[in-house]
């Protein structure tokens, strides 16, 4: 209050020299922000509004995006439009022109490149870790942990049952705490913390998945990444770095976590020495980590190298499924009724398999409700995200120069009656699963095959190569609630909305949700 009272007090004594030169100050950023601006523009057509080249548009469009995507769909179906951003011009496309965007190559309209832009990575996470420059990471995903999710099942298991229990800390049914075995917990942070620890175990095996000191640096870098990138974006390209400085988090991160990463490798070398290269192959950890090493064209046993590899992993890996899985919990706490169908599923198929990956596989309903969360609340409402490196010409006619983003509009997409039917709005759990069941759509009813309709994961050469891994995390920890636990809002409390940050569909942060020990018969 006190800091309120002291800056009210300097603007009613603020003389007409200082308003004049407050509004000069913001007049050049604005014009500033036209000028850099101006290069990313294209030819398509404008939604929003041109005026002060476009700020004004901008500024709303940061919390508002959705709006801009709806009307540019229905005005311009099949074509593109631009709409601004506080960061540059965005030209959107849907329809027949994602052909275009899957078939251009890197070397015209560029993942890499965007992906810096978008969250200012050259400034928030540093030049050496830029994103996807080094294929050999990609390679390893995709060569390594698909097809080792069979293999990793048993690990990613027990660390999803302890971390929930460990975080839900419930009382046993039949205690002398009974009658308040309903606890309310912060739905995003219980989330978040649990899916950290899945990712972790993944990543760099048992020693350090338990460790808090390091799940909390996990944990904050991507969060601090992505909101440092947004306001290091909406400067003037000139202050970027400048403000960079103060709001990097990268240089900290990197440095907690070096420590670590080094130990890490320093117990394999030594492990290897000991066992011998033949030994070894039997005995080495089947971790990200262990991938990353062993990648041909990659860093070996470089910590410093791995190191910073393994953060952009976390910022590829830990908030997008966390969110996705808050966003899945929201409408299961919101409706009992699909509770019973899909509790009746999962506990069919544990009876008859087990805890295994079989039983997993076998969760239709369960597969279909999460696919239809992340079909009307995706965590991002524009995807498969390029930049020009060259001049390019869409078959609309719109020409991209050197310099424009394009994305695909993903929101209108996923929620398009033309595509998914006079209830396209509608949360339809079964939506997909009952399609199996009549055959019909094969295998685009699972909720990792991308389609021209289903861009939740990306769509063409860049594809999330960490998609399996995060769908089979996310319905494992999913099939674990139904089967053990009960979960509701707070008497009187709905389905909070999400929020809209840019580019990002956030489910809300603050709401709660209640536990208890499920009542086994
Ligand atoms: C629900 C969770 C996730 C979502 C929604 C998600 C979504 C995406 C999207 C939309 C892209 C861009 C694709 C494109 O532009 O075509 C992408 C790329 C990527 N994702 Fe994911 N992702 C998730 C989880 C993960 C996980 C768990 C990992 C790692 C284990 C991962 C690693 C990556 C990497 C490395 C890329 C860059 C690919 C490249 O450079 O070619 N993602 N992801």
Known sequence: MASVRVALVALQSMTAQGWASIGVFLGSIVVLY???????KTNAPVVGSAWLGGYWTAVRATVGLTGYLEEGYTKYKNT????????AWVTYIQGDLL??????KDDVLNFDEEMNHAAELQYTIGTAMRFGRKAWHIDALRKQLTPSLAGIFPSVLEEVQWGWEKELKLPELGTAEEGKEWKEVKASD?????????VTRMFVGTTLCRNEGYLEISRDFSGTVITSGFMIGACPGFMKSWVSEWLSPAPDAIAKFLPYTEALVRVREQLKEKYGEEEWESHKPNDLLQWFIDAPGGPGPDANALNLTLLGMNFAAIHSSAMTMTHVLYNLAASPEYTRELREEVDACIQEKGWTRDALDRMIKLESFIKESMR???????????RALQPFTLSDGTTLPKGAHIYANLW?????PALWGADAETF??????RAAAAGEGGAKNLFTTP?????????????????FFAAQSIKLALANIIGNYDVKFPEGKTKPAPSFFGNACVPDQKATVLFRRREKA
């Open 412 to 416: 209108s997409t996923q929620r398009d």
């Open 428 to 433: 339809d759990p079964w939506r997909f699963s």
């Open 34 to 40: 036209a000028l850099t601006n101006e290069r990313s």
């Open 451 to 467: 389609t021209p309709e289903f861009l939740f994961w990306g769509y063409g050469e860049h594809i999330c190569p960490g998609r």
């Open 190 to 198: 219980t989330v978040l913390r649990c899916v950290c620890r899945t």
């Open 376 to 386: 009307l609340t995706p965590i991002l409402v524009s995807s498969v995200g390029r």
């Open 80 to 87: 593109s439009f631009q709409v601004p951003a506080l960061r």
């Open 99 to 104: 052909t275009d965007l899957r078939k251009a």
